[in-house]
């Protein structure tokens, strides 16, 4: 009689443990589809949101696409004719990547140099690098980085005046190319960790 207690005790442990690991299992999956379903939801309230501020300001955003006609690589040089072609027009520009690096220029504007990210769009590679060198004033730029501190990723809308070639010294020693668009700031915006 007491071992059909103590297996009673075993079974009832057991299929206790059991329970505790299938809820447990059951939590852990409801949280990660709850987090998928929350990325979802701010990828696509980013993108809408690019899609409406390139609406409402007019920017060319499909520069990217000319530049690869129509290919996901393009390892030939982008010659700066072609940028100021894409540019340099009556309408501003989209141009998604990160801040690299802000300094004044005066008492009431910054310098921003927006970088392009090589591999930041999903559907295109560029072996050149390109640059954004935006004047903004500093009471703008300064709002942005205090509603956004950690959030370097941006999208931006630019007026295009002038563009440059500097090269940058690689890892192998040898020169990059990088293509530098001056001009000034209209819009930004973050894009956290949303791929384009």
């Known amino acids: 009689m007491k071992s059909k207690i103590i297996k009673t005790i075993w ?3 057991a299929l206790s443990f059991g329970a505790y690991l ?18 979802i939801r701010i990828e696509q309230a980013t993108k809408s949101a690019v899609a409406q501020l390139v609406s409402r300001t007019g920017a060319i955003d499909d520069w990217e ?3 690869s006609d129509g290919q996901y690589v393009r390892i030939n040089p ?3 004719i ?3 072609k894409l540019w340099i027009q009556n309408k501003p520009i989209l141009f998604i ?3 690299k690096d802000i ?3 005066d008492q009431l504007h910054y310098v921003v140099s927006i970088e392009r990210n090589p591999f930041g769009s999903s559907e295109l590679m560029l072996s050149t690098g390109l640059q954004l060198s935006l004047v903004v004033t500093k009471e703008r730029m300064d709002s942005f980085l205090a509603r956004h501190p950690n959030d370097k990723k941006v ?3 630019a007026r295009i005046t002038a563009i440059r070639t500097i090269y940058v010294p690689g890892e192998n020693g040898e020169g990059e190319e990088v293509k530098i668009g001056d001009g000034e700031l209209a819009e930004i915006m973050c894009t956290g960790n949303v791929e384009f």
């Open 65 to 67: 696409s000319q530049l």
């Open 82 to 84: 072609e940028l100021e």
């Open 103 to 105: 300094a004044t220029l």
């Open 22 to 39: 299938f809820n447990s299992c059951m939590d852990d999956k409801a949280k990660r589809e709850s987090e998928r379903a929350e990325a």
């Open 78 to 80: 982008i010659f700066t």
């Open 11 to 13: 079974i009832i442990v």
């Open 97 to 99: 990547g990160f801040i």
């Open 155 to 157: 999208a931006v809308v």
